[in-house]
């Protein structure tokens, strides 16, 4: 069996996924985000997103730092709704 | 980049690569299309996905109709190696006042007389499809099976890809600067990437088309609007359509991954911002708890918006701009630009190559604003 390096876990996310994308010309963090849905589960990119950015980093040959990085999107974590209807009193159940 | 070209599609949303793919389909060379960011980035990839049949117009039944069936069929029409999501577990739309009721009973009557298979039901009724559903100040119910959801992402790439293999260029992060217009006729467009030079402009470009508009001297009126959504956790499969309320000012779905997609339409001054607030996130849970109780336990995980361009009667502008020769709009789709996007694509081919339009489209022209013969559509959120 071919070995697979997972990038997102939350969303069973491959490198091998991500470099065929690449190499069809999707090179932006935000298509690929999009395509695959790495970095749009539960833990909002925590792993994943500085995966990705290493990854086509490398592949289009330039410096991380140069790479627009996909939002971050509210809310910080996950949190139930009840929690947010509860207001105050649930504060601890965040 | 092309320096020339039959036809520059003007944003690269669902409507213009749809109608970039069935131009080319077609037979039209050098079609391209321009895009000021990256594909998915407009109202198309941040929309809720909805597509449905269930309108209270004759033209907007027919055109959804139609949509609906392309929807259905789309993987294999443009060959996806991937799978759009088309998802059809219906829209239960649900009525809250008395006037709604009447509404709905006129738009299932008129829904059923051309082919779309709608039905009215009790609260009660209701239950059978939506177990969980808190039928408290629920009047009656409007369900279409037909209706679903798909994912906008791979819809847009399926297009996307398919344009290209027939020869459609895509250009990303090319922004237009200006529209040439020499004696009345399209000459060229003006980018950050360098001049084009063509005789046909198609301008698709959602909640900016009134600025890309401006470019060429045509007043085309809407105007930006953001409507926030958010996305829960995935969990087990308990609702089966999407449902919708016009007064209650709600809609929501749970996807194929298990995912609840949920929105409203506050009354929002004109903005391009598309950033997300706070407020939004209490309105919402408790509009969707009010609905399905359950959504309480339910982990959000992200917000986000987008914009939708509302036109003065919030229906789609289409086809030729008579002051402009080779000038061409698609746009005005009031938040509904995403489901009408495949058949929008037919549609326009059809108007850009002079054909007759398989559906007709000449009501919706930009002209009927100064003519004064507006669209009254009563079913929109």
Redesign the interface.
Known sequence: MKSKTVICRCEDVTLEEIEELMEKGYTSMDEIKRITRCGMGQCQGRTCRTLLLAELAKAVKTHPAEIKITTFRPPAKNIKMSVILGGIDNEQNG | MNRTAEIVIIGGGISGLATAYNLAAMGMKDVVVLEKS????GST?RCGAGVRQQWGTEMNCLLAKASCEIFENLNEILDYE?DIEFKQGGYLLMAVTEKEVEQFKKNVALQNSLGIKSVLLSPEEALEIVPDLNIEGILACAFHHKDGHANP??TM?AYA?AAKRLGVKIY?YTEVTGIMVEGGRIRGVKTNRGDIFTGRVLIAAGAWSREVGAMAGVDIPVRPERHQILVT??VNHRLGPMIMSFAGNIYCQQEPGGEFIMGYGPAEHETYSIT?S?DF??VM??K??RFLPY??????????SGLYEISPDAQPILGRVEQVEGLYVATGFSGHGFMFGPITGVLMAQCILGLPTTIPIDKLDLARFERGELIFEPSVV
């Open positions: 990256y594909l998915m980035s990839g991937g992402f791979h790439i890809e990303t956790e995935p997300s706070w996130l209490e849970c408790r969707a708890v959504l309480r336990n339910i982990r959000i995980v992200r917000q986000w």
